[in-house]
């Protein structure tokens, strides 16, 4: 279906940043980027606004910008997603329902993570260490709390790219990501909820 494709694709453009938070967009303007009838594109935009990363403004839509209070909510709430995510992914492993081959993949995304991001290749760092976090979800079982961490991703990535560009926060990033999965293979549900809920707080906090 084309409102579906049109979706995806300007979907994905937003999230990597091709608009920019604040960028008005029209019907007009994106049908001739994607070379697409308006009809489409217009029902995307919708899609696109229930999904809160744009804004309607007149006869278009502006990128959705978010403010620091904002930007408190998304944290919020993401720190209790993933902290539960987290506990649910420990509580599977105790029960002997998460093969230890699905651990040591999610440990090698990590050190691949702590290879591109001292390389400075910040755009894969984003793309892995959401791949990481969505890995963990997944080990959960939960498909409400993964599509809802989905789409809150969605609206901070422009911040977790922001959280990575700082020199002192990487290093910071990758030892919290093993301690998480230390947790998890060790079925520890109190530690793994923890340590996940934490590293949510602490992004937030190099924001400010």
Do not use: C, K
Not at 135 to 151: D, K, W, Y
């Amino acid at each position: 279906m084309q409102v579906d494709t049109v979706y995806r694709r300007l979907r994905g453009l937003i999230v990597a940043g091709e608009y920019s938070p604040g960028e008005r967009l029209t019907e007009v303007a994106v049908s001739e980027a994607l070379a697409v009838s308006r009809t489409p594109v217009r029902e995307a935009l919708r899609r696109l606004e229930s999904d809160g990363l744009v804004l309607g403004a007149g006869r278009g839509v502006v990128v959705e910008v978010m403010t620091p209070e904002s930007l408190d909510h998304a944290y919020e709430v993401r720190a209790a997603l993933e902290a539960l995510t987290a506990e649910l992914a420990a509580d599977r492993r105790r029960a002997g329902r998460i093969a230890p081959a699905a651990l040591a993949d999610l440990e090698r995304d990590a050190a691949h993570l702590e290879e591109v991001t001292a390389a400075g290749e910040l755009d894969r760092a984003i793309e892995l260490n959401r791949r990481f976090h969505r890995g963990i979800a997944e080990l959960a079982g939960n498909p409400i709390a993964l599509e809802s961490l989905e789409r809150l991703w969605d609206r901070i990535i422009v911040s977790t790219r922001a959280s990575l560009v700082r020199p002192e926060r990487p290093e910071t990033v990758s030892g919290e990501h093993r301690e998480l999965l230390g947790a998890i293979a060790d079925g520890d549900r109190v530690r793994a909820g923890r340590i996940a809920g934490d590293h949510a707080r602490a992004t937030r906090a190099t924001l400010e």
